[in-house]
């Protein structure tokens, strides 16, 4: 257990073994690099002194790395190019389970017991049987034939878990995985354009509706492409908007349907072409057209929607205006709380007394200060278990 907390803590961190010894040596520490790895392959147990410091080495409080995760994830896929190395791909899913983990726990504490909106997967080998798994989800959520104003809303609002992780170099697509076997957890780019933020959240999902059996890994990421697509603009849609059959469809065409839906130009090329509407031929015409001016890259036209996660935020501010967690535990869980609540204060004799002070006051004044002290004092333990920490520890593990 503590090898592989110690391990994620690294990668969250985006530290590797040498820069953990490195750091441990600045505080007069002298670990080897075999001697971490074993560590965190669980070879070896490090003493609870050593512990401390490694947990200092990679910034979690020592509780964490005795604590059994609280959750598991089972990962479906992931999609990114080869060029983002095996070191990145490490954190990035280290990074999402430790965010599925603080997610899961207030899940549990405000919503026990629910469970996820999601259809049982649909076998799928084909790209019809891809369209139909789109429109269970959609049926499912009651999502009628409409544009999506917000698939992360929607997922979110679902049950599901969005997680955006900003890469700039655009090497990272997506990740998607169950959470204890029953929250659907999707992990996005959130660097790249909303339009494309959007076709790569429901590309993810067609991951988690579709069980695509044997075919080989490009047939499937195919097949999450089509249910992409129908997912966002389903096929009666399509028809309605661009008719039966056409020898050509306009790139201006394309720009209004994009910024009306959210889904790109080239996707909705794409689901003209699958559909039967357009030809091959026009369909290749419009490639080439596209490479040439650059749109391939960047589309003349811009679509703006609303794709940032929320649920989190949502729920870590109800949790704390119930009291349920303190300021420090939701910015720690949130940390984009701190910019919605101002920290608490404390009353102005506790920050400044110092002890021959209270001894100086009347017993009755200096007992009730006291009282609140230890009012505030029980929250604090209560909400952080790790400050008792050092009642699992004998005296000699504190000493060499």
Request: proline share 4%; with cysteine.
């Amino acid at each position: 257990m503590i090898g592989s907390r110690l391990r994620q803590a690294r990668l969250v961190a985006g530290l590797t073994l040498d820069e953990v010894v490195e750091r441990l040596a600045k505080s007069g520490v002298e670990i080897s690099k075999q001697c971490l790895s074993n560590y965190e392959k669980e070879k070896r147990v490090p003493r609870a002194d050593i512990l401390m410091v490694l947990a200092r080495a990679v910034k979690v409080r020592p509780a964490f790395l005795m604590k059994e995760p609280a959750i598991t994830v089972k990962w479906v896929a992931y999609r990114s190019q080869a060029r983002l190395g095996s070191r990145k791909k490490e954190e990035i899913v280290a990074q999402a389970e430790a965010d599925a983990e603080r997610q899961m726990y207030l899940q549990e504490m405000l919503f026990s017991g629910e469970r996820p909106t999601f259809p049982l997967r649909r076998n799928v080998c084909s790209g019809e049987d891809a369209e139909k798994a789109a429109e269970d989800l959609r049926t499912a959520w009651k999502l009628g034939n409409d544009p999506i104003e917000s698939v992360t809303q929607t997922v979110e609002s679902n049950g599901g878990m969005v997680i955006g992780h900003a890469q700039d170099n655009v090497r990272f697509d997506g990740l998607s995985g169950w959470v204890n076997n029953a929250f659907p957890l999707i992990i996005v780019n959130s660097s790249v354009p909303d339009d494309r933020l959007r076709f790569d959240l429901a590309h993810e999902l067609g991951h988690l509706a579709m069980d695509c059996g044997t075919v080989d890994e490009k047939t499937a990421e195919r097949l999450a492409h089509r249910f992409a697509g129908a997912f966002l603009v389903p096929a009666c849609t399509v028809r309605q908007e661009l008719g039966a059959s056409r020898r050509k469809v306009s790139s201006g065409e394309l720009g209004v349907l994009k910024k009306r839906y959210g889904l790109s130009m080239q996707a909705w090329m794409f689901r003209a072409l699958d559909l039967g509407i357009i030809s091959e031929g026009h369909f290749r015409s419009m490639r080439i057209r596209f490479s040439a001016e650059g749109w391939t890259k960047k589309e003349p036209v811009d679509y703006v929607g609303d794709e940032k996660p929320s649920r989190l935020l949502q729920m870590t501010l109800r949790a704390l205006a119930e009291d349920l967690i303190t300021y420090e535990k939701a910015v720690e869980i949130c940390p984009e709380a701190a910019k919605q609540i101002e920290p608490p204060t404390r009353p102005k004799e506790s920050q400044t007394l110092s002890a021959q002070e209270l001894l100086r006051m009347p017993r009755t004044q200096r007992m009730q200060i006291l009282d609140e002290a230890a009012t505030v004092a029980k929250g604090d333990y209560s909400q952080h278990p790790e400050l008792t920490d050092f009642e699992a520890l004998g005296e000699a593990d504190l000493h060499e």
